[in-house]
């Protein structure tokens, strides 16, 4: 009699030599394998039958178990699987439906082999990610280079004393309505100190930080100042750092605090992915928005998204039918698709490369910073060191306390629940709102409500009220015969500010009544921010912004007129203002 258990199984089903591979593997020295063909014989006690309708399990002292309570006493072997026969033995009811599904399967095992081969593959191995997370990590650590490096060459202009929204302003607005109660709701480094060297300097300290995540070194603490560093910009950033893709940064870059060799934190990462692709479906639907019904969304998207790329203008001129087509394509892949991240190993990769597909589109179509960045980086949770060993990543494996990340868990799936009750249900919650200021949990989905016309803002200067000269932005539309620009992953956050202004009017958006005024003071900050100041020596002493309607230009337009860009006046947008004399 052997000392270790000892697996018996059916050496002619190759569902069975599939999965008794697999167990091998989790259960290393642990226990001892043999086909029934060959060890029959030696336990006359097992009639013969029972060899082909169940796996038989051996234990040491002579006891013989089989059926689904042999599979889970097997698992108790392997590595955090031992809670399977806690299940088995103490949930009621679990033990009944467990053996008849164990029952089903054997007596079908033809069909669940090619299910198998189907859904998992020939060879099951344990899943490990290791590599996945390494490769995750450096692209995180690239990707908030980008988002400090971005905002810190912006952040004088937008935020900073002269800026358009000044970060001191802001900071004493907060702490005069709501007292002690307003570090909380407004966390960040800056109480501290806010002068215009101190922004720019944390800029620069999170760039730095990024290289050393990115190098491998102190990955722990790297992370965590870089989440806390980001916290506290997109805190003081205001109007220009409210986007989805800074919350996006956040909830990310703080799961990424937790990463260690834990399952667990793989499924919280996928579980923020599906949210992310499943939601941007589900607002499409739940706005009861025209266009998306009527699979019409995409023949405006391309011209009335915030900056679009050259390729953008090209997709237009394709026919109605390829649009809506297009449109429905999009719908399939953020609606049915997202629910194959949790499936099977086969059926995730599918749903990645569908995913990985969709971002890429929107990737040559749009500007959109870093967002398609993370959310292809986020894909990577789909796939195992199995499917990447041909990268052959030089990594080394962490850990986190499992206590930790059992806690951390609790909280992001409680506040995620949440959240999406009060989406679907509206029903707010105060937990929500209470850790609504971390950015650890988001709700997300972009364009819910297509746009279907584009006005742009044109900023106009004078000096006698008469004459009027066009300010340029680097990037959003303006010179009818510029092409659309390539910027991601940079992003211009002024630019993409001057889309939502142009959706409202200038009473509903007070941070464009600041930038006017900053143009009448010839604030060096913010004009650089701008693409052309057409008042190099003095600033003006009027401003005005009027209102055009802007559409892209059709092949003929373009070949006669080289245009990329039409447009028809909508009129005043910002009433002509001069600064009162001093």
């Not at 730095?208 to 603490?221: D, H, N, Q, T």
């Not at 059926?347 to 959310?375: D, E, H, K, M, P």
């Not at 401003?543 to 909508?570: E, K, V």
Request: with cysteine; net charge positive.
């Amino acid at each position: 009699m052997s000392d270790k258990p000892l697996v018996i199984f059916d050496g002619k089903c190759g569902f069975c030599r599939i999965w008794i591979r697999y167990w091998e593997q989790l259960t290393g020295r642990e226990l001892e394998y043999a086909a029934s063909q060959d060890v029959a014989a030696s336990y006359p006690q097992i009639p013969a039958t029972s060899f082909g309708q169940s796996v038989q399990l051996v234990m040491p002292d002579g006891d013989v178990i089989n059926g689904a309570r042999a599979v889970f006493t097997t698992l108790t072997y392997a590595p955090g699987m031992k809670w399977l026969l806690w299940v088995y033995d103490h949930v009621p009811g679990f033990a009944p439906v467990t053996e008849a599904a164990y029952k089903l399967i054997a007596a079908q095992r033809t069909f669940f082999y090619h299910l198998t081969r189907f859904t998992f593959g020939r060879d099951i191995s344990p899943l490990r990610y290791t590599g996945v997370e390494w490769l995750f990590l450096r692209i995180l650590a690239a990707i908030y280079f980008i988002a400090f490096a971005s905002f810190g060459l912006q952040i004088k202009g937008l935020i900073g004393a002269r800026g358009i929204l000044p970060a001191g302003r802001y900071l004493t607005a907060v702490h005069d309505t709501f007292g002690l109660e307003s570090y909380w709701i407004a966390p960040t480094l800056f109480w501290i100190v806010h002068s215009d060297a101190f922004l720019r300097g944390t800029c620069v300290a999170g760039a730095l930080i990024s290289l050393v995540l990115l190098a491998g070194y102190l990955e722990r603490a790297a992370l965590l100042l870089l989440y806390i560093l980001y916290l506290s910009l997109c805190t003081i950033g205001q109007d220009f750092m409210s986007f989805q893709w800074d919350m996006l940064l956040l909830e990310a870059g703080f799961l990424a605090i937790f990463l260690g060799s834990s399952k667990l934190m793989i499924l919280l990462f996928r579980w923020l992915l599906f949210r992310l692709v499943f939601l941007s479906g589900a607002v499409k639907l739940l706005s009861h928005d025209r266009t998306w019904r009527s699979l019409d969304a995409l023949s405006f998207h391309y011209w009335t998204q915030p900056l679009p790329t050259p390729i953008a203008w090209y997709m237009q001129q394709l026919p109605l039918g390829f649009q809506r087509f297009s449109t429905a394509a999009v719908l399939f892949l953020e609606l049915p698709v997202p629910f194959l991240i949790f499936m099977p190993r086969r059926w995730r990769f599918f749903g990645a490369a569908c995913i990985l597909f969709l971002q890429t589109l929107i990737f040559l179509t749009g500007n959109y910073t870093f967002f398609n960045l993370l959310t292809m980086a986020l894909c990577l949770f789909l796939f195992d060191d199995r499917a990447l060993a041909r990268l052959r990543l030089r990594m080394r494996a962490v850990r986190t306390k499992p206590a930790l990340v059992a806690a951390v868990a609790v909280v992001i799936v409680t506040l995620s629940g949440l959240e999406l009750w009060g989406m679907f249900f509206g029903r707010d919650s105060s937990l929500v709102r209470v850790a609504a200021p971390f950015g650890i949990v988001n709700t997300y989905g972009l364009f819910a409500v297509m746009t279907t016309s584009r006005p742009e803002i044109v900023v106009q200067g004078s000096n006698d009220g008469d004459t009027w000269l066009d300010y340029e932005f680097k990037f959003k539309p303006g010179d009818l015969k510029r092409a659309p620009r390539w910027v991601e992953p940079f992003q211009p956050r002024l630019d993409w500010q001057m889309w939502f202004a142009a959706l409202s009017n200038y009473p509903s958006t007070p941070w464009f009544s600041n930038f006017m005024v900053r143009l009448l003071q010839g604030s060096p900050d913010v004009l650089g921010l701008l693409g052309k100041n057409p008042f190099p020596g003095n600033p003006p002493k009027y401003i005005r912004a009027l209102a055009f309607d802007y559409s892209f230009t059709d092949f003929a337009t373009r070949q006669a007129t080289g245009d990329w860009w039409q447009r028809t006046p909508r009129g005043q947008y910002f009433p002509a203002m001069a600064l009162r004399a001093q």
